[in-house]
C-alpha cells in the first residue's frame, strides 16, 4: 500500500479540519499507520470547550472509552499464550467467589467474557460511579450479579463489566493488577508512551475535556445504544476521580498516534518494529466472528464480537460506509474509534472530545474520515 502524498495529506485534512470547523468536537486526532509506518498524525482544535482552553496537539492525552477494552483483551491473549489460563476455562477455576459451585453463573468462561456472551452485562454497579475507584468494591459486585442471559447464549454488550471481569482475571492469572501488567506487557513494548489505563496516582491530570452534545433533531429516536445522554457522561468521565480509577472496559488515557501503533501491530500480526505483542494465530483466533446478532442484548442494534474486539461487515458499525468484514476495532463512546485491516496493513485512529449519538452522528464522522483515508491511498 503506497504512502499518502503531500497532496493526498492536504486533502484529508481539510476533512478533518471540517469537521472542527463545523463544531462536531472541541478537539481531535486522527493517526493513520500504513505497512508499519506512521503515514498520517493530525491534530487540531482545543483542549476544550473553554475558550482558554490549550491547543490540542498529537501529545495530548484523551480519554479512549471503550477503546481500552482491546488492550485489556490483549493482557488476556498473552496469558493464553503463556499458558496461564485457556479461553473455555471457567472464571471460578481462577476466582472461586466469583460464583456458587453448580450454579448458571459458575459457567461463565473466558471466551464467554471477551465475546460479549458472558450473560452479565449490566447490573447496579453500574449506576454506582463514586464505587468506581474501589477495586474490593469491583470484585464484590461481580461476585454478587445474577446473569441476565443464560451465560454463552445472548450476545449483549458488556460496556462496563467486561473490564471488571478481565481486570480481576488478569489479576489473579498474573498476580498483577492490569494496569500495571499492561503498561508493562503492552505499551511499553510498543513505545505507546502516552497512554495508560486510568492516570497514575502522581501524574498531572492533563487528560482533554470532555463535552457531551445533545442529538440532532430527527424523525424518530433510533432506541439504540447505552442511553446515557452524552452530557452525563461527559461529567463523570471528567471527574478526575474517575479518570484516576482502574476502569479496565473505559478509562483508557492515550492518544491517536499510540492506538494506530496498537492496530499496525496487529493488522501486521502482532509483530511492529521488533516487538511482538502476541502470536499470529492469536491474532486470527482473536479478530476472527465469535458471537453475532441482529439484536444486541445491551444496545439494541445488530452487533459482531471478537476475542476483545468488534468486527465488520454490518451497516451499523463504524469501518467504513461500507464496512469490510476482514476488519477489526472497537468504539469509544459516541467520540472515538479505531481499527485495524490486515489485508491494506492499515491501523487508524480517530479520537475527539466532542461525545455523539452514536447510531448515526458519531458514525457518519467516523465513517467519513475511514471512507477519506481508505480513497486517498488507494488512488
Same mark, same amino acid.
Given at each position: 500500500?503506497?504512502?499518502?502524498?503531500?497532496?493526498?495529506?492536504?486533502?484529508?485534512?481539510?476533512?478533518?479540519?471540517?469537521?472542527?470547523?463545523?463544531?462536531?468536537?472541541?478537539?481531535?486526532?486522527?493517526?493513520?499507520?500504513?505497512?508499519?509506518?506512521?503515514?498520517?498524525?493530525?491534530?487540531?482544535?482545543?483542549?476544550?470547550?473553554?475558550?482558554?482552553?490549550?491547543?490540542?496537539?498529537?501529545?495530548?492525552?484523551?480519554?479512549?472509552?471503550?477503546?481500552?477494552?482491546?488492550?485489556?483483551?490483549?493482557?488476556?491473549?498473552?496469558?493464553?499464550?503463556?499458558?496461564?489460563?485457556?479461553?473455555?476455562?471457567?472464571?471460578?477455576?481462577?476466582?472461586?467467589?466469583?460464583?456458587?459451585?453448580?450454579?448458571?453463573?459458575?459457567?461463565?468462561?473466558?471466551?464467554?467474557?471477551?465475546?460479549?456472551?458472558?450473560?452479565?452485562?449490566?447490573?447496579?454497579?453500574?449506576?454506582?460511579?463514586?464505587?468506581?475507584?474501589?477495586?474490593?468494591?469491583?470484585?464484590?459486585?461481580?461476585?454478587?450479579?445474577?446473569?441476565?442471559?443464560?451465560?454463552?447464549?445472548?450476545?449483549?454488550?458488556?460496556?462496563?463489566?467486561?473490564?471488571?471481569?478481565?481486570?480481576?482475571?488478569?489479576?489473579?492469572?498474573?498476580?498483577?493488577?492490569?494496569?500495571?501488567?499492561?503498561?508493562?506487557?503492552?505499551?511499553?513494548?510498543?513505545?505507546?508512551?502516552?497512554?495508560?489505563?486510568?492516570?497514575?496516582?502522581?501524574?498531572?491530570?492533563? $487528560?482533554?475535556?470532555? #463535552? !457531551?452534545? %445533545?442529538?440532532?433533531?430527527?424523525?424518530? /429516536? @433510533? *432506541? +439504540?445504544?447505552? =442511553?446515557?445522554?452524552?452530557?452525563?457522561?461527559?461529567?463523570?468521565?471528567?471527574?478526575?476521580?474517575?479518570?484516576?480509577?482502574?476502569?479496565?472496559?473505559?478509562?483508557?488515557?492515550?492518544?491517536?498516534?499510540?492506538?494506530?501503533?496498537?492496530?499496525?501491530?496487529?493488522?501486521?500480526?502482532?509483530?511492529?518494529?521488533?516487538?511482538?505483542?502476541?502470536?499470529?494465530?492469536?491474532?486470527?483466533?482473536?479478530?476472527?466472528?465469535?458471537?453475532?446478532?441482529?439484536?444486541?442484548?445491551?444496545?439494541?442494534?445488530?452487533?459482531?464480537?471478537?476475542?476483545?474486539?468488534?468486527?465488520?461487515?454490518?451497516?451499523?458499525?463504524?469501518?467504513?460506509?461500507?464496512?469490510?468484514?476482514? $476488519?477489526?476495532?472497537? #468504539? !469509544?463512546? %459516541?467520540?472515538?474509534?479505531?481499527?485495524? /485491516? @490486515? *489485508? +491494506?496493513?492499515? =491501523?487508524?485512529?480517530?479520537?475527539?472530545?466532542?461525545?455523539?449519538?452514536?447510531?448515526?452522528?458519531?458514525?457518519?464522522?467516523?465513517?467519513?474520515?475511514?471512507?477519506?483515508?481508505?480513497?486517498?491511498?488507494?488512488?
Amino acid at each position: 500500500m503506497a504512502r499518502p502524498t503531500d497532496e493526498d495529506e492536504r486533502r484529508l485534512e481539510a476533512v478533518f479540519d471540517r469537521h472542527l470547523d463545523v463544531g462536531l468536537h472541541h478537539g481531535a486526532q486522527l493517526a493513520v499507520y500504513i505497512d508499519g509506518d506512521l503515514a498520517i498524525d493530525l491534530a487540531g482544535g482545543s483542549t476544550g470547550p473553554d475558550p482558554d482552553a490549550a491547543a490540542t496537539t498529537p501529545e495530548t492525552r484523551f480519554l479512549l472509552f471503550s477503546c481500552t477494552k482491546p488492550y485489556a483483551g490483549v493482557c488476556v491473549h498473552q496469558l493464553a499464550e503463556n499458558g496461564d489460563l485457556a479461553y473455555d476455562d471457567r472464571l471460578v477455576e481462577f476466582w472461586p467467589e466469583f460464583a456458587d459451585d453448580g450454579s448458571e453463573k459458575a459457567n461463565i468462561t473466558v471466551r464467554q467474557v471477551l465475546s460479549h456472551t458472558a450473560g452479565i452485562p449490566f447490573g447496579e454497579f453500574d449506576e454506582q460511579a463514586g464505587k468506581w475507584d474501589d477495586w474490593e468494591a469491583v470484585v464484590r459486585a461481580m461476585e454478587a450479579i445474577e446473569p441476565v442471559f443464560p451465560p454463552g447464549e445472548q450476545p449483549a454488550y458488556h460496556a462496563l463489566n467486561y473490564g471488571w471481569l478481565v481486570g480481576e482475571l488478569v489479576r489473579r492469572a498474573s498476580g498483577r493488577r492490569i494496569e500495571a501488567y499492561a503498561a508493562e506487557n503492552v505499551f511499553e513494548p510498543l513505545g505507546m508512551d502516552h497512554t495508560s489505563i486510568g492516570l497514575g496516582s502522581e501524574e498531572r491530570d492533563d $487528560v482533554a475535556t470532555l #463535552a !457531551g452534545f %445533545g442529538e440532532f433533531d430527527r424523525c424518530r /429516536d @433510533p *432506541e +439504540e445504544g447505552l =442511553g446515557t445522554p452524552a452530557a452525563d457522561s461527559a461529567a463523570t468521565f471528567n471527574d478526575e476521580a474517575i479518570r484516576r480509577a482502574t476502569i479496565p472496559a473505559a478509562n483508557g488515557i492515550g492518544t491517536a498516534r499510540d492506538m494506530a501503533r496498537f492496530y499496525a501491530c496487529i493488522a501486521k500480526g502482532g509483530e511492529l518494529g521488533g516487538a511482538r505483542l502476541v502470536e499470529e494465530a492469536t491474532v486470527a483466533e482473536a479478530t476472527s466472528t465469535h458471537a453475532e446478532t441482529d439484536s444486541d442484548g445491551t444496545l439494541s442494534r445488530p452487533a459482531r464480537y471478537g476475542l476483545g474486539f468488534l468486527t465488520g461487515g454490518l451497516a451499523n458499525d463504524m469501518f467504513g460506509t461500507v464496512s469490510p468484514e476482514r $476488519v477489526f476495532g472497537h #468504539a !469509544g463512546l %459516541g467520540s472515538v474509534f479505531a481499527w485495524g /485491516d @490486515p *489485508e +491494506e496493513s492499515i =491501523g487508524f485512529a480517530y479520537v475527539t472530545n466532542g461525545i455523539r449519538e452514536e447510531s448515526y452522528e458519531h458514525a457518519a464522522r467516523v465513517n467519513a474520515m475511514a471512507d477519506a483515508v481508505r480513497l486517498l491511498i488507494r488512488e
